[in-house]
């Protein structure tokens, strides 16, 4: 079975400050992995994903993540924020058949002035 | 639009009525996904189809949820005698196949259950 944690349910930041959301997965098998954004009253839109390849991924609006097979994470990042971020944050792991997501709980992205 | 839209967008039902929730995938999309988001939590898978089919129901919570697809295309979840912890934010994703990487979510369908 696969499972995804995410530390923290909330983050705080500060704009212009670095975005750092945790994301540990367990997984039988090599994991296909996502960040998804959730903005207010809306769907979930695909951030980013790990296939394969370049363990280094980037995404939309400036986030990137890091595909760690020893510590099993896929750890969210920004250098800078900006307040348009504030945002619930999913990370996801895809099971090997292709046909479910696991999720994480999500982070809720706060972004001071 | 070419996403993938959902209906009623929120629904407030009475304990003990049934409802139905509908999905509508993006055109060409033979895969479909439910899930559902309770309130402060993440995603909880409850049914695929791929066509028509829904090789495994497993996920949904009790027999009280069924769903169906049609034409390879619309889908309805189906929760009879609704109880009030079936309140959540039922969402619906497509994909191009199952095996396809990313599944494109629709805006969900608010249930509120009294």
């Known amino acids: 079975a696969q499972s995804v944690t995410q530390l923290g349910s909330h983050v705080s930041v500060s704009e212009g400050a670095l975005v750092l959301l945790r994301c540990n997965y367990s997984?039988?098998?090599?994991?296909?992995l996502f960040w998804y954004v959730q903005y207010p009253n809306q769907g979930l839109q695909l951030l980013l994903k790990?296939?394969?390849?370049?363990?280094l991924v980037k995404g939309i609006n400036g986030f990137e993540a890091e595909f760690k097979k020893s510590e099993t994470s896929f750890h969210l990042t920004k250098p800078s924020a900006h307040m348009s971020d504030a945002a619930e944050y999913f990370c996801?792991?895809?099971?090997?058949?292709?046909?479910?997501?696991?999720f994480g709980g999500g982070t809720r992205l706060m972004v001071k002035p | 639009g070419a996403g993938v839209s959902q209906s009623p967008s929120n629904k407030v039902t009475e304990k003990g009525k049934d409802v139905e929730l509908r999905c509508d995938p993006i055109?060409?999309?033979?895969?479909l996904y439910w899930y559902r988001q309770r309130l402060g939590q993440g995603l909880e898978f409850l049914i695929y189809?791929?066509?028509?089919?829904?090789?495994?129901k497993s996920g949904l919570p009790s027999d009280r949820f069924s769903a169906e697809r049609t034409g390879e295309s619309v889908s309805t979840l189906t929760i009879q005698r609704t109880q009030q912890e079936d309140s959540a934010v039922y969402l619906c994703?497509?994909?191009?196949?199952?095996?396809?990487?990313?599944?494109?979510f629709g805006p969900g369908t608010r249930l509120t259950v009294l």
């Open positions: 996801a792991v895809r099971n090997n058949a292709g046909n479910m997501l696991t």
């Open positions: 997984s039988s098998v090599p994991p296909y």
């Open positions: 994703a497509s994909s191009l196949a199952a095996t396809q990487n990313e599944q494109f």
């Open positions: 790990y296939t394969t390849g370049a363990t």
């Open positions: 189809f791929q066509g028509n089919s829904a090789p495994d």
């Open positions: 055109s060409g999309h033979t895969a």
